[in-house]
């Protein structure tokens, strides 16, 4: 079975742009949760979503947001991009929504914000 | 607020020596406990996790971690360490008090195994 698939891999974008970053799930897999890594701050929760809606949200600014469309891809974006969104952006999804569910991560997005 | 301390940054083992990778837990109600492991440029991958039952909880790659209700401790272990086990170890816990499947992570512990 096919992992969970993130595209792109690596980004470059200029402050002030926006970002949309893409991910596929594991086949069967319903849920999709999106963190940001950092050095600082390490893995912090950005979004969950479940059969298309949004399950709940981290302690992040409104500029990031997403969205699950019917076969369970999810895709984040970011708008009017600050340096300090540089970071490694995760996707992870599991079988079904809730606090039993282990995650699978994909490999993630590198973001460089310049 | 609930959390997930890793006290150790880095832990260092010899080859075939037994290892422990620390990790404590603050949350209201039972926990949910998990253990992941990423290898550099990758992705995180799930080694195992507490939800109720027996304390020692085997996973993937021969590590088992044991809970400890009194201690709110959730330490990874494994008998015999190989150099292939070098990487960043990540504990975390499903608050209770959100919706759905949210990790909160402790802020990661590099183990070393030379040979």
């Known amino acids: 079975k096919a992992g969970v698939t993130q595209t792109p891999r690596y980004l470059i974008k200029t402050r002030g742009q926006q970002v949309t970053l893409s991910c596929s799930p594991i086949?069967?897999?319903?849920?999709v949760s999106w963190y940001q890594q950092t050095p600082g701050q390490g893995l912090q929760f950005l979004f969950e979503?479940?059969?298309?809606?949004?399950?709940n949200k981290g302690n992040f600014p409104g500029r990031f947001s997403g969205r699950q469309f019917s076969n369970s891809r999810s895709e984040m974006n970011v708008s009017t991009l600050e340096l300090g969104d540089s970071a490694l952006y995760l996707c992870?999804?599991?079988?079904?929504?809730?606090?039993?569910?282990?995650?699978?991560f994909g490999p993630g997005t590198r973001l460089t914000v310049t | 607020a609930q959390s997930v301390a890793q006290p150790e940054d880095q832990v260092n083992v010899a080859e075939g020596n037994p290892l422990t990778v620390k990790c404590t837990y603050s949350?209201?109600?039972?926990?949910?406990l998990f253990w992941y492991v990423q290898y550099p440029n990758r992705g995180l991958q799930f080694l195992l996790k507490?939800?109720?039952?027996?304390?020692l909880v085997k996973g993937s790659y021969g590590f088992e971690a044991e809970f400890n209700k009194s201690q709110t401790s959730f330490h990874l272990k494994k008998p015999s360490a190989l150099v292939s086990d070098s990487a960043l170890y990540f504990c975390?816990?499903?608050?209770?008090?959100?919706?759905?499947?949210?990790?909160?992570f402790g802020k990661g512990t590099t183990l070393s195994v030379s040979s």
């Open positions: 949350v209201s109600g039972n926990p949910y």
């Open positions: 992870a999804s599991s079988f079904s929504s809730g606090h039993s569910y282990e995650q699978y």
């Open positions: 979503y479940f059969s298309e809606t949004q399950r």
């Open positions: 975390a816990v499903s608050p209770l008090n959100q919706a759905g499947t949210a990790l909160i």
């Open positions: 086949s069967g897999h319903r849920s």
């Open positions: 507490y939800i109720t039952g027996d304390n």
